[in-house]
């Protein structure tokens, strides 16, 4: 840990944002540390998810946003099922990037974030997710050309890739992701009036 | 008697999981359970969308249940286990959250279904013990089989409601009812890393290697699934694997309807086992024709 981080807040703005946003109480945690103990990939984190959420508990907002921890998580809900509190520990870990995404804060795992965003961008265009289309997006973000392409031809060879992305669904799924947009952007101009955004 | 039920097959079956969708169909149809594939279905969203949008987490599974009420159906099958997590946890969160609910019904067109239950492959299936050990036409009971339950199925228990959240037993009865073996092993409901396999590959080869490695340990000839990302890594990444850790496993990685198709007798092409990176071969090797006695003496 740096210095800086040493410095505790006087009140956590970003745990007050996710008790609003996720419904979940990181102050219920008493720190037995089940869910780093069951945690598969707690050995890659930076800080552990129970060191993470006792973070947010101090108010050190800055080190928990740009933590790897969130962008490493794999979303297995073991946390989540084992914490004896009732602290739904992965959901935290959501919230915590969405906030970070809306907050313009840069990924320390962009790599991560680059997927989503390619991810997201296939379904919001064909409805169904194109794997090859998703791939290419992905690529073109992170500018790893190579990476798994022996696999991808394995796998083309094998059927199991689509060329062509099926339409069915586009329109439908257009409309959904507008609508969300639309009504996430009203409620961030609502919320930035109470502190929510910096 | 026959039962109809909404299907929604999601992305992977479509595509990387093609081989899950056809030996579900086929399987089905031995079984007479009626599908129904769901109308203009659209992606669940899977972790991109419940890692950067709540919202929008919840509002594409609704559309597509929404989609299947329309039909006329209250029952949707979803094979693929992320897909399944995702159409039940919105069903859960639209209950526990009116804000949600009010918001859901402003994205999603059409009223947020409200008799829809979600439903997957292996409770429909292992409902139907004697239909299945009736239809059981070809031996199995050389495989060791073990089943690999993955994350998504059972967590987390509040929202899934489904088996025994550590400790799953119900593919391993599943199987029982062809007269497949299957073992016990400790890595039954660990995490491949199936949501990091495109982005943090490292993380998920040393997770789908310790599964491997236990797989192997306890001495499993094949590992049965029941997700798509899981078997995914398992199969399409395990030479991956192998290389990195200077092994070699050569496990065979079914769907668990795969091996359901064996067991009928249904061809292993039309259970899309083709389409796998590791041979089968030596699970095709040990499928033979049951004698008029021996059938159905596993169920009971």
Redesign the interface.
């Known amino acids: 840990m740096t210095d800086a981080v040493l410095m505790v807040p006087t009140h956590a703005d970003l745990a007050e944002a996710v008790l609003r946003?996720?419904?979940q109480d990181v102050n219920l945690c008493y720190q037995c540390g089940k869910c780093a103990a069951g945690c598969?990939?707690s050995y890659?984190m930076d800080y552990s998810p129970f060191q993470l959420i006792h973070a947010t508990r101090l108010g050190l907002d800055d080190l928990v946003l740009n933590s790897k921890t969130i962008w490493?998580c794999?979303?297995?809900?073991?946390c989540?099922?084992r914490c004896p509190q009732d602290v739904?520990i992965a959901g935290v870990?959501?919230?915590v990037?969405?906030i970070v995404?809306r907050r313009r804060v840069k990924p320390t795992?962009p790599?991560?974030a680059?997927?989503?965003?390619a991810?997201?961008g296939s379904?919001r265009l064909h409805?169904?997710?194109f794997?090859l289309g998703m791939?290419v997006g992905?690529k073109r973000r992170t500018r790893e050309l190579f990476?798994?392409t022996g696999?991808g031809m394995?796998?083309l060879r094998?059927?199991?890739?689509?060329l062509f992305p099926?339409f069915?669904?586009a329109r439908?799924?257009r409309?959904?992701?507008d609508?969300?947009r639309k009504?996430?952007n009203q409620r961030a101009r609502g919320a930035s009036g109470e502190g929510d955004r910096k | 008697m026959t039962t109809t039920y909404a299907y929604y097959p999601g992305?992977s079956l479509?595509?990387?999981?093609?081989e899950y969708d056809m030996s579900f169909r086929a399987v089905c149809d031995v079984l007479e359970v009626d599908l129904r594939e769901v109308k203009?279905?659209?992606?669940c969203?899977?972790?991109?969308?419940?890692?950067?949008?709540?919202?929008?987490s919840h509002?594409?599974p609704m559309?597509n249940l929404s989609l299947a009420e329309q039909m006329g159906l209250t029952e949707v099958t979803a094979p693929c286990a992320a897909c399944f997590a995702r159409l039940r946890t919105s069903l859960y969160e639209a209950k526990r959250?009116p804000e949600l609910h009010r918001?859901l019904q402003?994205?999603?067109?059409g009223p947020i279904p409200e008799l829809v239950s979600v439903i997957h492959p292996l409770e429909i299936l292992g409902a139907l013990g004697p239909e299945i050990a009736e239809a059981t036409t070809h031996d199995l009971s050389e495989l060791a089989v073990v089943c690999y339950y993955g994350?998504?199925l059972t967590?987390?228990?509040k929202v899934m409601q489904f088996d025994e959240?550590?400790t799953p037993s119900s593919m391993d009865r599943l199987l029982g009812f062809l007269g497949i073996r299957t073992l016990d092993w400790s890595c039954k409901t660990?995490?491949c890393?199936?949501?990091?396999a495109?982005?943090?590959?490292?993380?998920m080869l040393k997770?789908t290697h310790d599964i491997l490695e236990e797989a192997r340990g306890v001495g499993a000839d094949a590992i049965a699934v029941a997700c798509p990302l899981c078997q995914a890594n398992l199969d399409?990444?395990q030479a991956?694997v192998e290389e990195r850790y200077e092994t070699r496993y050569g496990l065979p990685v079914l769907y668990f309807t795969q091996l359901m198709g064996l067991a009928f007798g249904i061809s292993p092409k039309r259970l899309g086992l083709?389409?796998?990176?590791v041979g089968v071969d030596a699970v095709l090797e040990s499928v033979a024709p049951v004698t008029e006695p021996a059938r159905g003496a596993a169920y009971g």
């Open positions: 946003e996720s419904g598969p990939v890659a490493l794999a979303s297995c809900e073991t989540t099922t739904d870990m959501d919230t990037k969405t995404l795992v790599r991560v680059a997927f989503y965003q991810a997201l379904i409805g169904r997710l794997e791939i992905l990476k798994d696999l394995r796998m094998k059927g199991k890739l689509k099926s069915s669904g439908t799924a409309k959904i992701f609508r969300v009504l996430e | 992305c479509h595509s990387t999981a093609a203009g279905w659209i992606c969203g899977t972790s991109p969308a419940h890692s950067t949008s709540r919202l929008l509002a594409l559309k959250d918001q402003a994205v999603v067109d994350c998504l967590r987390p228990p959240c550590e660990d995490c890393g199936g949501a990091l495109m982005t943090e590959t490292d993380i997770l399409a990444r991956e083709h389409k796998h990176l």
